[in-house]
């Protein structure tokens, strides 16, 4: 049987829900002889090719972090989102209550250990969003393990439904936002 | 009330007549989620989580609010509801800023346990993300507004339990929020802080300071005891972790002295000052320094073996148990009869009026505190409840706005019940006994039928009262005389609660005025006093209380070679006067924490707090608790009793 190929982006998070991927013991060893990884923080690939199974780790708060998405989207068959920032905008929706201006305000130049800072302007660094958004705002998700990170449970638990030809959707015994 | 049957999943329930649907679910052991349903407060349907089906109703309809019928066929788990009730929940999330990962609540909110249960993974919804705002201005209380769900348990609890109606919802539709008072910051509010609302909020919208972030409830301990704070006795559980008390909740607020105050919920997660962690002793140059209980023991025994006259003074908060020893100590080993309690001054007061009144009843006369809930008539004399034994004066405002109970106030310094008083008189200070003679008079001017004025003997006091002059004595309008008289004429029920305002005075003719101004009230007059400490009841009872009067002023004159001062945890050492100490040779004393009185003393014994404690203690209207400890006491503090104990051991040698 071919082997099922999975690619994986990092957006905005703390990539907490990769680690708590690598962290699924001995379990990474039975996964490696059934899946392939393509693009991934794990591979350093940078280039989308077609996949199975997109993963969405972090929520899409700025111009690239969208592009990105729309483009695993547009590679996987199946995509699921990782984490509470994927799945609800996490952490780093704590911004959206505020304007944009201000958060950037914030970041650059109001920080105590800033010296005459200033708002990047080059049109290299990606545009912020108005908002940060859960994955599902932007395109069509068909899965999530949620959690702050998710527990490896839970992500061993996804991928096994996956590879079955299911849609997971966790058990309330190991469900965590937190 | 007649009873009916209902089917409720295909299975044949009994309930009656008044029931609501949920009512009968829960007590049939049928699993309804719920969201805004609290046990003890009133239903309002807010939260739409508990939706049934019932046949021939045109919409699902809350059972929570919802009628039960005879004859009923109800549905609750159909996969149409199971499918709302998820639904309900995506809109709650993404109504506010509900995020769990940095939430005080999270493990222990019910809104997140209702998203596991319901497997909500994600939102269909676009989040609001409004711009709300968090209010810390409280000393023990947050309000954040965004993790809010607008269920109302906090407002019902204030309301309903506390009596205190600080919160309720401002503004109207989307913008709709939690507020106290009109709109106020909490901490400049009304609040009485009872802590009530945190207990009940869902969510993390509401908590406390002392407790955030120390635990969630699953990684605690819980254990119930009982608060020996101030003396009413309410069912207390602490959270531990780690032996550290992290929260303090109520067992079940619904029941009578189930709501706790500030000073049970918030107050013993504040230490109030350093703590006494070891005996100490002076050294040459007079310093206080750690020493071993033998050291102190030995110390205390040969300065008390001198000769002399020993003292004792014992704080009202001490457990009945050391209590006990104490008297032991004092009356066989030390053979001293100069031995009072803090307020045993108080003690005193009351007793004489009493027997003045009645020379059989003692403190047995007094009311039991839930008869306030059942009155329809409360006086408040000199007292000021909120403060000093907040569950009263929770009860009290229950009672005014739950039955309507007219509230009439005698007291010249405002308190939070004026507000709401149908009557405040506002007598001059020192001039109480004329404002309740002429509300007596009144009285008897307005008739009672219950009580036929030839018949009832304490009629003969307020006989010759001209209130028409007594009012312009005391600069009062005449006509609230009049208007408090006949609210107290046409009472079924009333009851009279003093404090403070009336002890100060030391003088038992006011507490037997007081009782005869209750029996022309109820045939059998119905009084509370406020008693100051937790045990004050206990210790009065104990035979501790001095009999002839106050023995300060001996001691300031130096009558007493040495002093043994037991405060145990009370930080109340105002009662104690300076000079007593500084005119006495030698002075122990045993407490929790160091203070003036520890400043004076020659020997210091630690005590164990009484969270740290298993002790007996008699409340307020005579009823005995008990406490559990909570915490396991750092370091080697033995219990107080055993203290006692073991230094009347080394006195006999």
């Not at chain 2, 959270?239 to 992290?246: Q, R």
Request: glycine share 8%; aromatic share 6%; hydrophobic share 35%.
């Amino acid at each position: 049987m071919a082997k099922v190929k999975v690619a994986t982006i990092w957006l905005e998070s703390c990539s907490g829900c990769h680690m708590s991927f690598l962290d699924i013991d001995e379990f990474i060893i039975d996964l490696a002889k059934l899946v392939e990884f393509h693009r991934s923080p794990i591979t350093d690939i940078k280039d989308f090719t077609p996949v199975d199974v997109g993963i969405v780790e972090g929520s899409v708060g700025n111009e690239e972090e969208k592009e990105v998405l729309e483009a695993l989207r547009h590679n996987c068959k199946v995509l699921m989102a990782w984490g509470d920032c994927a799945c609800f905008g996490g952490v780093c929706a704590m911004r959206n209550t505020l304007d944009k201006e201000d958060v950037l305000k914030r970041a650059y130049i109001e920080t105590p250990s800033t010296y005459k800072g200033k708002i990047p302007s080059s049109p290299g660094v990606p545009a912020l969003l108005d908002k940060v958004y859960p994955a599902n705002q932007i395109v069509k998700v068909d899965c999530y393990i949620p959690g702050c990170p998710p527990e490896p449970e839970a992500i061993k638990y996804g991928l096994t439904e996956l590879l079955a030809g299911r849609l997971p959707v966790l058990p309330s015994n190991i469900m965590r936002f937190d | 009330m007649s009873e009916i049957t209902l089917t409720i999943n295909n299975k044949q329930v009994k309930g009656k007549q008044g029931d609501t649907v949920l009512d009968i679910c829960l007590a049939n052991g049928i699993e309804v989620p719920t969201l805004c349903h609290y046990k003890g407060l009133s239903d309002v349907g807010a939260c739409r989580m508990c939706l049934v089906e019932i046949e021939k109703e045109r919409n699902f309809v809350p059972a929570c609010t919802y009628p039960a019928r005879d004859g009923q066929v109800i549905r609750t788990h159909t996969e149409k509801l199971e499918k709302y009730r998820r639904l309900v929940l995506e809109l709650l999330f993404t109504e506010r800023n509900h995020l769990c990962a940095y939430c005080v609540a999270s493990g222990d909110c019910e809104l997140q346990s209702l998203a596991y249960k319901y497997q909500m993974d994600n939102a269909r919804y676009q989040y609001s993300w409004p711009d709300k705002v968090t209010d810390s201005s409280h000393p023990f209380i947050v309000l954040d507004h965004n993790r809010c769900v607008l269920c109302g348990r906090c407002i019902r609890t204030c309301d309903e339990l506390a009596g205190a109606h600080v919160l309720d919802f401002g503004k109207r539709g989307w913008k709709t929020n939690v507020c106290a008072d009109i709109n106020q910051p909490l901490g400049e509010s009304s609040c009485i802080s009872c802590g009530g609302c945190f207990q009940a909020c869902p969510t993390g919208a509401i908590f406390s300071k002392a407790s955030a972030y120390k635990g969630k409830s699953s990684e605690c301990t819980s254990v119930e005891s009982v608060c020996a704070i101030c003396g009413i006795g309410c069912d207390i559980k602490g959270l531990v972790k780690n032996n550290n008390l992290v929260k303090v909740e109520s067992p079940d607020m619904s029941k009578p002295r189930g709501l706790l105050c500030e000073m049970g919920r918030f107050g013993i997660l504040y230490p109030p000052a350093e703590r006494v962690k070891t005996p100490m002793k002076r050294d040459k140059k007079g310093k206080l320094i750690s020493c071993s209980y033998e050291e102190a023991f030995e110390t205390i025994a040969r300065n008390f073996g001198k000769g002399g006259t020993v003292a004792g003074l014992v704080s009202g908060k001490a457990s009945n148990e050391t209590l006990k020893a104490f008297a032991d100590l004092m009356n066989k080993t030390l053979k001293s009869n100069m031995v009072d309690v803090l307020d045993g001054d108080d003690y005193r007061t009351i007793s004489r009026g009493i027997a003045q009144f009645n020379d059989k009843a003692g403190l047995e006369i007094e009311a039991k505190l839930e008869e306030i809930l059942s009155s329809d008539t409360i006086v408040v004399i000199g007292a000021n409840p909120i403060k000093t034994h907040p569950v009263i004066g929770s009860y009290i405002m229950r009672a005014a706005s739950k039955n309507k109970a007219n509230l009439i106030i005698i007291d010249p310094l405002r308190n939070p019940f004026t507000f709401r008083a149908s009557v405040w008189l506002k007598p001059p200070e020192g001039k109480k006994a004329l404002a309740i003679k002429a509300l007596g008079k009144s009285i008897l001017e307005h008739g009672t039928a219950r009580t036929p004025a030839d018949k009832n003997k304490s009629t003969a006091n307020f006989k010759d009262i001209d209130i028409k002059k007594a009012a312009g004595e005391l600069g009062l309008d005449v006509h609230d005389i009049y208007k408090a008289g006949e609210i107290l004429a046409e009472s079924n029920n009333g009851i009279i609660i003093y404090g403070e305002g009336i002890l100060q005075y030391k003088d038992p003719d006011l507490i037997t005025m007081i009782l005869n101004l209750a029996s022309l009230i109820n045939k059998e007059p119905k009084t509370i006093s406020l008693k100051r400490y937790g045990n004050s009841r206990g210790a009065w009872e104990s035979g501790l209380c001095h009999s002839k009067g106050s023995i300060n002023a001996d001691l300031v004159k130096g009558k007493a070679a040495g002093i043994y001062v037991l405060l145990t945890d009370d930080t109340a050492d105002s009662q104690i006067s300076t000079e007593s100490l500084k005119a006495t040779e030698f002075v122990a004393v045993q407490t929790s924490y160091l203070s003036p009185i520890t400043a004076l003393a020659d020997v210091v014994l630690p005590s164990r707090l009484w969270t740290e404690s298993k002790g007996s203690y008699t409340t307020i209207d005579g009823i005995k608790k008990s406490t559990t400890p909570m915490i396991k006491v750092s370091g080697q503090i033995k219990s107080d009793a055993d203290t006692l104990q073991e230094l009347a051991g080394y006195m006999k040698k």
